[in-house]
T-cell receptor
Framework: DAEITQSPRHKITETGRQVTLACHQT?????MFWYRQDLGHGLRLIHY???????NKGEVSDGYSVSRSNTEDLPLTLESAASSQTSVYFC???????????????FGPGTRLLVL | DAKTTQPTSMDCAEGRAANLPCNHS???????VYWYRQIHSQGPQYIIH???NNETNEMASLIITEDRKSSTLILPHATLRDTAVYYC??????????FGQGTELSVKP
């Protein structure tokens, strides 16, 4: 079955280190998204991509970067991890080949990141 | 995207219908209403979406008022496994979803 996976599921790192979170989907979806969720808050969009070589900033993109070299993967990099980036990170994908207004986003299981 | 307003929390008895309201008074004519839910510690899960007409699928029903300023998600026979945070989202910008705080639904035995 097609799916979307994230790795690692849990990560502890130190302030200042570079961290990369992986997201892999097997639906062949063009659109991929990264969100973060902090305790007591909804999801906030970090970065998104509409296809290979396309990346865009979301509402909370400072300190994060993404690259899209193939359809299946959108890794999220924290250039220099900060304690404020301790959060749960969710990746999602959707199929853009139909009306974008009717797209369904499929979410991964999340990565819990702790920055000490 | 239109702003949505949802109650912070609701309770529902197991086996009864759960009716979750959402106000989206600034929604544009071509914007859909989407509902997702997030069970504790899991990624959000799509439930249903609609534009004008009421919609039903295997998970839920979506009732949209005629003026489209509000909607109600109905879980016809709530179970304990329906305990989750339910997000109502009005419109999307090129496929991007803007999540609010959602409604925390507790289904009680």
């Amino acid at each position: 079955d097609a799916e979307i996976t994230q790795s690692p599921r849990h990560k502890i790192t130190e302030t200042g280190r570079q961290v990369t979170l992986a997201c892999h989907q097997t639906w062949n979806h063009n659109n991929m998204f990264w969100y973060r969720q902090d305790l007591g808050h909804g999801l906030r969009l970090i970065h998104y991509s509409y296809g290979v070589q396309d990346t865009n900033k979301g509402e909370v993109s400072d300190g994060y970067s993404v690259s899209r070299s193939n359809t299946e993967d959108l890794p999220l990099t924290l250039e220099s991890a900060a304690s404020s980036q301790t959060s749960v990170y969710f990746c999602a994908s959707s199929d853009s080949r139909r009306d974008y207004r009717t797209e369904t986003q499929y979410f991964g299981p999340g990565t819990r990141l702790l920055v000490l | 995207d239109a702003k949505t307003t949802q109650p912070t929390s609701m309770d529902c008895a197991e086996g009864r219908a759960a009716n979750l309201p959402c106000n989206h008074s600034t929604i544009s004519g071509n914007e859909y209403v989407y509902w997702y839910r997030q069970i504790h510690s899991q990624g959000p899960q799509y439930i249903i979406h609609g534009l004008k007409n009421n919609e039903t699928n295997e998970m839920a029903s979506l009732i949209i008022t005629e003026d489209r300023k509000s909607s109600t998600l109905i879980l016809p026979h709530a179970t304990l496994r329906d305990t989750a945070v339910y997000y109502c989202i009005a419109g999307n910008q090129g496929g991007k979803l803007i999540f609010g705080q959602g409604t925390e639904l507790s289904v009680k035995p």
